[in-house]
């Protein structure tokens, strides 16, 4: 198509700008040819109109698709132009935060000025053996292509660091050589290595200084070549130096400094060794102070000193040397100090008290006075006389100055050599150098350094062109593309208008010759030359000393002024031979042979037109030498391959992260970028495979032009799309397109793409609308269902609601007319009920008058009848008074008769006067009484009369009463009726009242039991709530002590996991170690045996010779002298490790001491019971006849004992008997049992037996004999002997003991006495066990029965339900206390049941040692008898699970067993573990012979040939697999029959049988574990090895579906597939895991073990998957994050079937599953940033940030993560506590834990199969 067919609307083109330089802008309407204007939008909405050349008809630039900014190479922009490269670069900067980027064959590094997590080892582990495309731009990526174009095709490489001062050469140069460093030694940096790293920081110190572009800027050009043997591995290095800046020495512009290492001298002027040197701070001194800023922000001087002085020492370079060099450059500050005096216009001088001159002679050992002459003084030499003439201050100063620079000069020369040396290499295959040197530069004064800093860039970059040019060339004729000759910028003109006869320099030392030679003559004689006679060379016009060059990067104007002298670099020779002649022996080394340290001259080409005139009349110039030097340098890079590296720095104020467009194009110019790209864009620069262009646009292509062969469907496509053939060439491997054809190809896509979106788009629509219409009618349908069922259901609502309402009115107009009737009738009734009520009132008052009226009668009649009563009464009572008064006046005038008589009066008168008295007392009673009746009476008249009175008015009053009722009679019926109702009413509300009140009452009282009854619950609730709080509290305590011990277990699981590993890590390099020097001890075998005989055969550790295996395998003192060796050796290979080992030694020293001394301690214990002993059987040889005669009898009962237990072993081991041997538990296993505790008891009293009777015969012995040499040893206490006789009897004892009865019979009562209260404490103790038990007992009875009483008390108060439920746990809880009391009682009676048998055995083996013994004895003794044949019956073998072997065939056993072994035929045909079986057997037969030799001689050879093996096969997974399974089984049968009971409880009672008895290996458990580690540590590996080259293509680069997600072109630096013939998919990777996984398990592996393989399988495949995607930013996209998600669920569902899901895989998986999350989850919101947060939980902050700054849209439909986005991220995650790394380690292997495993299978059924060739093994 047309090239103005793309300038349509909204395209988007580059506008030029002053400011930002170029500003991308959209077309607001289609271009046609003949415009003469473009209608234009900026990105800011301003439209502007950019005017078109009619002539030239030059159009804007046109910008990029989206898709294709921020590529990794920018090659593979479509538009290759200035602002394509520029905004690439801008975005992937300060968008993504990429520093590198590829041009091409070019790395391009913009200085971030940050710390960047990018240089660490784990990033170098990354790109280590990675193709140059396959990962991100990176100065590992570089390093890496080197080295490995070094090794395949054995050419010296070069990296070439180019870049103006603060562009960061010096970091790339230094992070290249640190790659090397890393990636040729095999473990870490072995001494070369760290040499040559530790040139950096010298030359640093020396040669690098502040500037105002850079802190840290290099003043001269180091071209660094660093040397390889033929394994790759670093042997040394050599350094060239370019032009080192002298005049910084004494002279510094403001903002600068000196060289680092003044300042550094000056920050340690205090210590000690440097008091001489009189130093004071760096402003005290002029060579320092003249920039006025001493200080680098967050650099501390001193500290710098000390890292300089280290690596003085890592060097080789003395504390000595190192003293001088500081003297040195403490005489040149002093130097710069001294002050020159001007006397006159041509004359000068310097005080005699100068001290800053009597320091610097006196540091520099000359004489103070000749110094100070030549200083002020020159010499003038002639052909006949010499003159000696001063010179004026300002040649003085000039003079010093130079004197100063050239000291500096010749020091940094000597330090050069010196590193030179020290690094030097005696024999060097390859060299990788690496050039660090200065960039173009242009100031606004700009000298002799610039012009040669220039004139190097201008030959680098003719180096550049040419080669990128070739390579071009290359390109096309490797795909057989016809091309043409590309017109590119050649700058030979240039380099020959400096170098040429007659060029710039040749004119500049012709001028040096000259005697007056003069800057201006010198300048003259440029412009008589070159002005207008070279287009590269021009006059400035105000100026006429100066001159203007041309370069490839821009024309830069140069200053005349200083040319000559810089040139010349000329300095005093008197003040040279001063110094020549000093005292201080380091100083005439810097000037004894000055050519030594100038680099190595050749002769200059034949374009000077010179061959270099009189080298010993003059002496060479600056200009002369730097040629030369820059001639070699190009001879160098020409013999090499060289790598490129372009350094931009990107603003001149050191910020972060931020770009200055015109400086950043400035810089791209200069440094050759652009040019690349122009070179690229003249051609094809876009080239693609064919595969890759069929995957990217098989979009366009229907599925009828998909042809079989790729080519020629690619071309069917392209014929179609792109008309014109120019625009694109077919290669034989790729497609080539001019520039733009991508772009249009893009577009294509992206419209096929748009439109078969907007298909799908509008077929899902169209679906999804149908579908809400089919839902919304069927909606409607339900609606309308609905709704009429409601109407029908409101309806017949309506129907019953008529008909209930008829119903009710029928029944309401019922009761009302009811009711109306009621109402009349009641009021009928109430009317003739009021009628007949009144009627029968009147009836009542009638006879209630009547009444009253009789009642009035009745009255009237009484009171009339009580009158006549009162009357006839009080007559009756006046006639009976006068009848008694008669008679009493009788009776009177009787007495008074007889009174008068004296007797009478007598009588009378006594006491007459107390009667009278008392009469008189009483009459006048009588007339008080008279009196109060009188006044009652008259009282009661008076009453009386009232109450007539009253009764008469009351009667008035009943009378008119009466009268008003008759009057008010008419109104009392009503009245009565109203009191009825009201009565009525009353009534009822009495009732109603009474009602309520019981109401009332039952409420209240149900109430209040309400209340008690909530009072009751709200107790019981509180005391439940206290309950609960008291067990929430205790709860939270228990839960606060949980989660305590759990972090403790956490953390005390994670300490001894990383203490296993650490143990691990170090047990895997000490084995390392230990291979590494038997090799060594090997080849150092080999050639002394090479030198000693020729013809005899060289050891080799693969040696098959069975003779020598066996020797090896035997002997032990050479092991020993052997590991001593290693000891030596490993001292010198590696010390930290060493220093582990021993201490580790150490600890393990000190623990073997200790044991030695116990078993030191119980020897001696037991030397002292044998001496014992001893003397006991000393004193026994001679028996009484009676004590003999007991002990034959004891003897013959323990030969019936020995009988017995035979017959019972035979019965309990005999296969083949008729009755089976009891099983465990049953009635006769436990008759057996008891029958054999009553052997133990009876065997017990018998040896109490026999030593009483020995006692007995030694004390008889000792009688006999007391009075010979062997009784005077005995002393006997014969005091304890009590007489028998009485104190004046004293005899003799011996005469009453002749025959020693007496003292035997005491000895007797003593030893029967002893037993007695041995059975006596015996006794006591058993009674106090039962007591203690019985008080155990009952005290737990006690606290049960408490414990119930609180459970019932409780219980009581729970509801039923919770009664229940209550009861049921308590009922639990007693069942699980008695089961675990039970299993208790059950462990402890199999522990004492094992005990038993264990002593049954040794009591059996101990009975055939005596009965073989015995039979020995008669066999010796016995007379040689004829013997009767007998036949014998043969009966079946039984075998006892053990091997018969001689000492002499373990090496045989071995060889065959281990060495030459196939683990394939033996995993398919043989049990698993055999191997281990037959060894086990074997030593179980070592242990059964009781010969410890031949057991360790076996356990250490097994050790040995399973190592050998390992190490010779180390990389074949079956065989390490084979032998880490069966290494497992050997150390677990080791520990399943060593007889300690926590590896015997799953064993079968045949299995504790067979447990070893003699010897205790336990030791030899660790050392198995140990080989165990070693060789799961090697399977991992080999596996590792087997998988690295499968993981990235398989999980990254697989793409399942080609097209629509197809991958974007890679440019020049294509990915390189790991199996290029073969398409790698996760199924290939699955099955390599299956294979595995059926290897283990066919091995029988255990699972365990099988588990934890697999776990460490997993985490690889995570790690590496992880690393690659945060080093590959064209995998991070939204179709890459699919592709992962289901391989992973593929690996998931690969577990899932192999029942491996909980081995802990998954959890490894997590960092890359959520890495896919990550690229497929929103990135718009902060809503979605914090669910990114909390998703990815096991992805660092680095790798978060990583993984969203590298995410990239395949397809335009994607959007980019915003800088904002990932700011709020950073913000989210800035308080998460986690590691800085931003790579997995991949090396990483998990710390293995070997879980015993106890085998079923039973050894004496173990049959050995005849391929093994162990028919020397004897089964047993």
């Avoid at 864009?681 to 229907?702: C, D, H, I, N």
């Avoid at 032009?705 to 020629?712: A, C, F, G, S």
């Avoid at 009317?831 to 009147?842: D, E, M, S, Y």
Wanted: include cysteine.
């Amino acid at each position: 198509m047309a090239a103005f067919e793309l300038y349509s609307k909204n395209a988007h083109v580059w506008l030029p700008d002053a400011a930002e330089v170029w500003k991308s802008a959209e077309l607001l309407k289609d271009y046609t040819p003949g415009d003469l204007t473009l209608s234009l939008q900026l990105e800011d909405g301003t439209v502007v109109e950019h005017s078109v050349d009619p002539e030239t008809k030059n159009l804007p630039p046109l910008r990029n698709p989206k898709i294709l900014v921020g590529e990794n190479d920018l090659t593979t922009l479509s538009y290759l132009h200035e602002p394509a490269v520029l905004h690439n670069l801008k975005v992937r900067f300060i968008d993504s935060k990429l520093i590198y980027t590829y041009c091409g064959i070019v790395l391009v590094a913009i200085n971030p000025y940050e710390s960047l997590p990018i240089y660490e080892a784990d990033i170098i582990n990354a790109y280590s053996g990675q193709n140059m495309g396959d990962m991100d731009p990176h100065i590992f990526a570089v390093a890496e292509e080197a080295y490995k174009q070094m090794a395949r095709d054995q050419r010296n490489q070069s990296i070439i660091v180019s870049g103006e001062s603060g562009a960061g050469k010096t970091v790339s140069a230094k992070y290249a050589m640190r790659y090397f460093a890393t990636v040729s030694s095999s473990s870490e940096e072995t001494n070369v290595e760290k040499r040559v790293l530790a040139s950096n920081p010298i030359m640093e110190a020396f040669g690098n200084a502040k500037t105002t572009r850079n802190d840290n800027s290099s003043r001269f050009g180091k071209y660094i070549e660093i040397g390889f043997n033929k394994d790759l591995c670093i042997v040394g290095a050599n350094m060239r130096t370019y032009l080192l800046e002298k005049s910084r020495v004494v002279f510094q512009a403001h903002g600068e400094r000196n060289y680092h290492i003044f300042y550094q001298l000056c920050a340690s002027s205090h210590l000690s060794e440097f008091k001489a040197f009189k130093l004071g701070c760096a402003d005290d001194y002029c060579c320092t102070n003249q920039g006025q800023s001493p200080v680098i922000d967050g650099v501390d001087d001193a500290k710098e000193m000390r890292n300089t002085r280290r690596a003085f020492s890592l060097l080789g370079i003395g504390e000595s040397d190192q003293v001088e060099i500081y003297q040195i450059l403490s005489a040149i500050l002093h130097l710069s100090n001294v002050d020159i005096k001007d006397q006159s216009s041509d004359t000068c001088s310097i005080l005699p008290d100068n001290a800053h001159l009597m320091v610097f002679c006196e540091l520099m050992g000359v004489p103070c006075e000749e110094m100070a002459h030549w200083l002020c003084h020159r010499k003038l030499q002639t052909i006949s006389e010499t003159f000696v003439k001063s010179v004026p201050k300002e040649n003085a100063v000039h003079g010093r100055d130079a004197l100063a620079k050239h000291i500096y000069f010749r020091l940094f020369g000597w330090i050069v050599n010196s590193i030179n040396n020290a690094l030097a290499f005696t024999v060097r295959h390859s060299f990788i150098g690496v050039l660090d040197i200065y960039g173009f530069e242009t100031f606004d004064v700009n000298s002799f350094e610039q012009f040669c800093i220039n004139y190097a860039n201008e030959k680098l970059q003719q180096q550049f062109n040419l080669h990128v040019f070739k390579l071009e060339q290359e390109e096309y004729m490797k795909e057989e593309i016809p091309w043409t000759l590309i017109d590119f910028c050649d700058n030979k003109p240039c380099i020959n208008l400096i170098e040429a006869k007659l060029g710039i320099l040749d004119l500049l030392d012709e001028e040096c010759r000259m005697p007056k030679g003069s800057d201006d003559t010198w300048a003259q004689k440029l412009y008589n030359t070159h002005l207008k006679q070279n287009a590269y060379f021009d006059k400035p016009r105000l100026s006429n000393e100066a001159f203007i060059i041309h370069h490839f990067a821009d024309k830069v104007e140069y200053q005349c002024v200083g040319f000559l002298e810089k040139n010349k670099d000329t300095v005093n020779e008197e003040q040279i031979n001063v110094l020549k002649k000093s005292k201080f022996d380091f100083l005439p080394k810097l000037f004894e042979d000055e050519e030594k340290i100038k680099a190595p001259t050749s002769k200059i080409s034949s374009n000077t037109g010179r061959h270099g005139k009189s080298q010993k009349e003059h002496k060479k110039t600056v200009g002369l030498q730097f040629r030369q030097s820059l001639y070699l340098l190009m001879d160098t890079l020409n013999a090499t391959s060289p790598h490129y590296v372009r350094c931009i720095k990107p603003n001149d104020h050191k910020a972060p992260f931020t770009l200055d467009p015109m400086r950043a194009v400035q810089q791209l110019r200069a440094c050759g970028v652009l040019e690349t790209i122009r070179i690229s864009a003249a051609g094809f620069p876009s080239r693609w495979t064919y595969q890759e262009f069929f995957g990217r646009y098989r979009v366009l292509m229907k599925q009828k032009d998909v042809l079989p062969d790729r080519k020629q469907t690619c071309r069917n496509l392209l014929e179609k799309l792109i008309k014109d053939q120019q625009k694109y060439q077919f290669g034989k491997n790729k497609i080539f397109f001019r520039a733009g054809q991508v772009a249009y190809l893009e577009k294509l896509r992206s419209d096929r793409l748009r439109s078969a979106c907007v298909a799908i788009q509008k077929t899902i629509r169209c679906w999804l609308a149908r579908k809400k219409y089919l839902r919304m009618r069927e909606s409607a349908i339900t609606i309308q269902k609905h709704v009429r069922a409601q109407q029908a259901r409101s309806y017949v609502k309506f129907l019953r609601q008529t008909k209930a309402a008829i119903v009710i009115q029928r029944n309401v107009r019922m009761w009302s007319k009811k009711r109306h009737f009621l109402l009349q009738r009641s009021a009928a009734v109430s009317i003739q009920r009021v009628w007949r009520g009144c009627l029968a009132r009147k009836h009542y008052f009638k006879l209630l008058y009547e009444q009253k009226a009789v009642v009035i009668q009745r009255m009237v009649r009484g009171w009339l009848a009580r009158q006549r009563f009162r009357r006839a009464m009080e007559a009756i009572v006046l006639l009976q008074s006068c009848v008694r008064r008669i008679r009493a006046k009788k009776e009177l005038k009787k007495l008074k008769v007889e009174a008068r008589t004296v007797e009478h009066f007598k009588n009378l008168n006594i006491g007459m006067e107390n009667k009278i008295m008392q009469l008189q007392h009483k009459i006048n009673e009588h007339h008080k009484e008279n009196r109060e009746l009188t006044e009652r009476l008259s009282v009661l008249e008076k009453t009386r009369t009232n109450e007539r009175e009253k009764q008469c008015r009351e009667i008035e009053n009943l009378r008119s009463s009466e009268q008003e009722a008759r009057a008010k009679a008419g109104t009392v019926p009503s009245l009565l009726e109203q009191l009825s109702f009201l009565q009525e009413e009353l009534e009822n509300t009495r009732r109603e009242k009474e009602h309520q009140e019981e109401q009332t009452k039952i409420h209240k009282e149900q109430t209040q039991q309400r209340i008690h009854e909530l009072i009751m619950k709200n107790r019981l609730l509180n005391g439940n709530l206290e309950e609960l709080n008291e067990e929430f509290s205790i709860q939270a305590q228990q839960l606060a002590e949980i989660k305590t011990n759990l972090e403790n277990t956490k953390q005390l699981e994670k300490d001894l996991t990383e203490e296993r590993s650490r143990y691990q890590s170090l047990l895997s390099e000490h084995l390392q170690l230990e291979e590494r020097h038997k090799d060594l001890k090997e080849e150092m075998n080999v050639t002394i045996i090479s030198t000693q005989s020729s013809h005899q055969r060289t050891d080799s550790i693969y040696s098959s010779n069975s003779s020598e295996f066996s020797q090896i395998l035997s002997s032990t003192e050479d092991e020993d002298s052997a590991i001593q060796a290693e000891d030596e050796v490993e001292t010198k290979v590696d010390l930290p490790i060493l220093l582990k080992l021993q201490k580790r030694v150490k600890e393990l020293e000190g623990e073997n001491r200790s044991l030695w001394k116990k078993l030191d301690k119980k020897e001696e214990a037991q030397q002292e019971k044998a001496k014992e002993v001893e003397m006991q059987t000393t004193f026994g040889r001679t028996e009484l006849d009676v004590e003999k005669l007991k002990r034959q009898e004891l003897e013959s009962e323990n030969k019936k004992l020995k009988q017995n237990l035979n017959e019972l072993r035979k019965s309990l081991t005999s296969e083949n008997s008729d009755l089976a041997p009891p099983a465990a538990g049953s009635l006769p296993y436990k008759i057996l049992l008891e029958q054999l505790n009553s052997s133990n008891e009876e065997l017990e009293l018998r040896k109490e037996e026999v030593l009483l009777l020995r006692s007995h015969m030694v004390r008889q012995e000792a009688l006999k004999h007391r009075d010979s040499v062997l009784g005077e040893s005995v002393k006997l206490d014969l005091s304890e002997i009590h007489s028998l006789q009485d104190s004046d009897r004293s005899t003799n004892i011996h005469t009453l003991n002749e025959d020693g009865e007496l003292w035997l019979a005491y000895e007797g009562l003593k030893e029967t006495n002893r037993l007695l209260e041995t059975q006596l404490q015996e006794q006591e103790c058993l009674h106090s066990e039962k007591h203690r038990k019985l008080t155990e007992d009952m005290n737990k009875l006690r606290a049960e029965k408490e414990h119930q009483q609180k459970l019932l008390a409780m219980s009581l108060l729970l509801p039923e339900d919770a009664r229940i439920d209550a009861s049921l746990k308590h009922e639990i809880t007693r069942l699980t206390t008695e089961n675990l009391e039970r299993m208790e009682q059950q462990q402890k009676q199999d522990k004492t049941i094992r005990k038993l048998k264990k002593q049954l055995r040794l009591y059996m083996k101990k009975v055939e040692d005596l009965e073989a013994n015995a039979s020995q004895t008669v066999s010796s003794s016995g007379t040689s008898m004829p013997v009767r044949p007998v036949h014998i019956a043969r009966k079946e073998k039984e075998f006892q699970g053990m091997l018969e072997f001689k000492e002499d065939d373990t090496g045989h056993l071995l060889k065959n067993l281990v060495v030459d072994l196939k683990p394939r035929g033996v995993a398919v045909s043989f049990t698993p573990g055999l191997p281990a079986f037959i060894i086990f057997m074997c030593l179980r037969y070592a242990d059964n012979v009781n010969d410890d030799r031949r057991l360790s001689t076996l356990l250490n050879s097994t050790i040995g040939s399973i190592k050998g093996v390992i190490k010779r096969k180390g990389n074949d997974f079956e065989v390490v697999s084979f032998w880490l399974a069966n290494t497992c089984r050997l150390m677990h049968c080791l520990k399943q029959y060593s007889g300690d009971e926590a590896f015997m409880v799953h064993n079968t009672a045949k299995q504790n049988e067979q447990c070893l008895t003699n010897f205790e290996l336990t030791e030899y458990h660790q050392l198995f574990g140990d080989l165990a580690i070693q060789i799961y540590r090697q399977i991992i590996k080999s596996m590792e090895n087997i998988l690295l080259p499968l993981i990235v293509p398989c999980m990254l680069e697989h793409e399942a579906e080609q097209g629509v997600l197809g991958s974007k072109p890679t440019g020049l630096r294509k990915r390189s597939p790991s199996f290029p013939d073969e398409a790698l998919t996760v199924e290939v990777l699955l099955q390599r895991l299956s294979f595995f996984h059926t290897t283990m398990s066919q091995h029988g592996m255990d699972s365990d073990i099988i588990k934890q393989v697999v776990k460490q399988q997993f985490y690889i495949i995570s790690a590496v998957t992880l690393n690659n995607l945060l080093l590959r930013k064209d995998m991070c996209s939204w179709g890459k994050g699919l592709q992962i998600r289901y391989n992973v669920w593929q690996l998931d569902e690969w577990l899932g079937e192999r029942e491996l899901s909980d081995c802990g895989a998954k959890e490894t998986l997590e960092p890359l599953i959520q890495a896919a999350q990550l690229l497929q989850i929103k990135k718009n919101t902060e809503a979605d940033a914090k669910a990114i947060c909390s998703m990815c939980s096991s992805l660092t902050t680095a790798q978060i940030v990583k993984i969203l700054t590298l995410y990239t849209p395949v397809i335009e439909f994607e959007e980019r993560v915003s800088n904002t986005f990932i700011t709020t991220i950073k913000n989210l995650l800035k308080d998460r506590a986690e590691s800085s790394n931003l790579m997995m380690d991949a090396k990483k292997i998990f710390s293995v834990t070997f879980q015993f495993t106890p085998s079923s299978v039973a050894l004496e059924t173990i049959q050995i199969p005849a391929s093994l060739n162990l028919g020397f093994l004897i089964r047993v």
